[in-house]
C-alpha cells in the first residue's frame, strides 16, 4: 500500500515514532508478545480498527495503521465530493493488509487460476460485510498514472454506490463511476482524484465509439456491458464521461450531477432524472466530443483530512482461530466454500466456541439453500453474542412463517431489535420488524420501524407496502391508501406497479376492514388485514400442514402470497414458503423460488442462491428448471 508520508522506510519509523501514545505502545507490547509466542512458520495476524474500517494484517502494526489512515482519507474525499453518499454505519468493511504475493494468493486463489498473476488489490462483498484484500508496500513513482490499487478502491467506490441507490444503476453510471474514484491515489498531504486511466485511453483512441445517446440508453442486458469487446470501449467512454461530468466545463456539470444522482435515490427513473438534471443532450454531447479529444486533462487534489490520526487506532493480537475465521469469510465471500470450510475446521479444532465460525457456517449453509441448517446456526452465533446484525436480521427472516405463534413472533422482534440496534441503516431490517410488529403489537413502533425503511431507501416498493400494511393493522385506513398509492406513483416496474396496485384494490374490497383478522397467529407479514373468510376456509391447516413439513401444503399458501388472490399480497413471505416447498422435495416451487431471487423484486437479489435452487430441481428432473439454469451468468 502506499505510504502517505513517501516510503517504507517512513512507514516503519511511523511504528516505532517517539510520539505514539500510550494506548498505541500498549498495543504494540501486546502484539510483540503475540509474534513471540506464534510459531516461525506463520506471520501473527493483527487487528487496527479505525473509525470506519476494520484492518486485518500480517504485516508490521505501522503499516497496518497506514493502510487505515489511507482508507479513511479514501472515505473522507468521496463524501466531500459527493455529498450524496451513504454508508451503513453497522456494516463492517474489512480490509485485509498482505504481506506479499503468496498470501494474496492464499486469500484470494482464483485471480490467480484465471490468469491474472500479480494482483495486488482485489474487493467481494457478502451479505454481512464488504471486504478488500490487497498486498501492501507496493510503491508509487511520482509519474504514476493507474494505481496499482485501483481494485480496492473501485470497489469501496462500488459498494458506496449500492449502498447510496437502492435502485438498479444505468451502467454508464455505475461503471463509469467505479473506474473513475478508483484510480484515486492517496499521498500524504492530499489524496488524488481523477487521475487517468492508461488502458481507457488507449481504447479510445482504438475502437470505434458508443454514441452518447446509446451509451445513456444502454441496460444491463445491452451488448455493451454483456460482450467483452464493447464492454471494454463502453466502460472506457463511461469513465471519460463521468470524468467530463465532474472535472469539465470548470466544474459547471457537478452540481447537475449530484441533483441527478438525488433524483435517481428518490427513486425516478433515469431518462427523466438526467434530463431535468442538465437539459437537452445536444450542448453536452458537443461539449463531451470536444471533452474527449483534448490532449490534457484536469484532476482534483484535495487536502488530506489530518484530524485522522493513524497512531490513534485500537490495536490487537488476533488469536489464530479469529485471524483464520476472518479469511475463512472473505472465502465464503468470494464463493469459495472449500477453502472457506478448510479453515472453519481449524478454527474449530483450537476455539471450538467460536462465534466468528459461527457467523461464516451460517453464510454458507444459507447460501447452498440449507435453511434449517443454517437457521440453526445463525441461532448458535446470536444466542453466543454474535455482533453481526446480520446474523440477528437472517435468524428472524429464516423464522418468518404463516401461523407463527406469539412466542415465535417475540423472538423475531427480539433478533430484529438487535439487528437495526447493530446497524441501524439496514433498511431491510427495519421493513421486516415493522411486518413482524404489525402482527404482533400493531400501532405506533411498527409504524415508525416501516418509516424508518422508507426514508433509508425511499424508493423500494417493499418498504412501502411494510409502511402500508403498519397503518392499515393500525386502522389507519386512509394513511395506509395514500403510501400504497405513493408506492404507485414511485414503482419503477411493472412488477412494482402489479404489487402497488393489489394492495389498493384489496383496500378497496367491501370486505377488507383495517385492522387484524385474527390475532398474533395469523402473522400476515405485509398487512394485517384478509380476507377472513378466505382464511378461515383452509389456510390455518395449510399452515400447519405446512409446518408438519407437507410441500404441497407451503407452495399453496406461497401461491396466495406471490399471488394477493386470497390474502394481501407478499413476496417476502411468499419466498420463504417457496423455498420450504422446495426444502420438501416440491421441485417446482424450487424453480418459482429461484426465479424471484434471480429478479430480485420484492425481495433482496441472490443470483447465488437462485442458481442452488434451480440446480436441485434440475437435478430432481424439473425441465424448466434446467433451461433457468443455462440461462443464468457463469
Known sequence: MPNPTSGANEQ?????????????????????????????????????????????????????????????????????????????????????????????????????????EGTVGVAVSAPDK??????????????????????????????????????????????????????????????????????????????SRVSLPEMLAADWKSKYVTDDGWRRTFDAEAWMFVHYLVFGENGALRPKLNRYAEQLRQGRPSPP???????????????????????????????????????????????????????????????????????????????????????????????EGEKEKARAAYARASDRGSESFYVHYRRASLMRQPGASKEALTLMAKELDQAVRLNPDHAWAHGTLARVLSDLEPGTRAIEEAKRAVALEPSVAAHRLALTGALWSASRSEEARREAQSALALAADESDRKNAQEWIDFMNRPDAGSGRTGGAADSTAGAAGGDAGFQKDWMPGAAQACEAG??????????????GDGAPKDVPRALLLFEKACTASELKACVIAAYLKLRGHDVPKDEAGAKKLAAKACSGGEASACQLLKSMPR
Open 550 to 563: 407437507h410441500g404441497d401444503a407451503c407452495a399453496a399458501l406461497a401461491a396466495v402470497y406471490q399471488s
Open 12 to 116: 516503519l519509523n511511523l511504528a516505532s515514532s517517539s510520539r505514539s501514545s500510550f494506548r498505541r505502545a500498549a498495543a504494540g507490547v501486546a502484539i510483540a508478545a503475540w509474534a513471540a509466542a506464534a510459531p516461525a512458520a506463520e506471520r501473527p495476524w493483527i487487528e487496527v480498527r479505525t473509525p470506519h474500517f476494520v484492518v486485518v494484517a500480517n504485516t508490521g502494526e505501522g503499516t497496518a495503521r497506514d493502510v487505515g489512515w489511507q482508507f479513511e482519507q479514501v472515505r473522507y474525499v468521496f463524501e466531500t465530493l459527493w455529498p450524496w453518499a451513504r454508508h451503513e454505519r453497522g456494516r463492517p468493511f474489512v480490509v485485509f493488509a498482505l504481506r506479499g504475493e503468496s498470501d494474496m494468493r492464499a486469500l484470494a486463489p482464483k485471480f490467480w487460476e484465471n490468469g491474472r
Open 273 to 367: 432524472a438526467f434530463a431535468e438534471a442538465f437539459g437537452e443532450l445536444a450542448p453536452l454531447a458537443s461539449g463531451f466530443s470536444l471533452y474527449i479529444s483534448r490532449q490534457l486533462y484536469g484532476y482534483v487534489a484535495i487536502k488530506a483530512d489530518l484530524n485522522i490520526k493513524a497512531e490513534g487506532f485500537a490495536a490487537r493480537a488476533l488469536s489464530p482461530g479469529a485471524a483464520a475465521a476472518l479469511r475463512a469469510g472473505f472465502h465464503a465471500a468470494m464463493d469459495r466454500p472449500r477453502e472457506a470450510r478448510a479453515l472453519l475446521e481449524e478454527v474449530r479444532r483450537v476455539e471450538p466456541s467460536s462465534v466468528l465460525a459461527d457467523e461464516v457456517e451460517a453464510l454458507l449453509l444459507d447460501r
Open 130 to 207: 464488504d471486504y478488500v484484500a490487497l498486498q501492501a508496500g507496493v510503491a508509487l513513482p511520482d509519474n504514476l498514472r493507474t494505481n496499482p490499487y485501483f481494485y480496492a478502491y473501485w470497489g469501496y467506490a462500488n459498494r458506496a454506490l449500492e449502498a447510496s441507490f437502492p435502485v438498479t444503476l444505468p451502467p454508464w453510471y455505475q461503471r463509469g463511476f467505479s473506474d473513475l474514484f478508483g484510480n484515486t491515489l492517496v499521498r500524504g498531504k492530499d489524496v488524488h482524484v481523477g487521475r487517468l486511466i492508461e488502458h481507457h485511453l488507449r481504447r479510445l483512441g482504438e475502437a
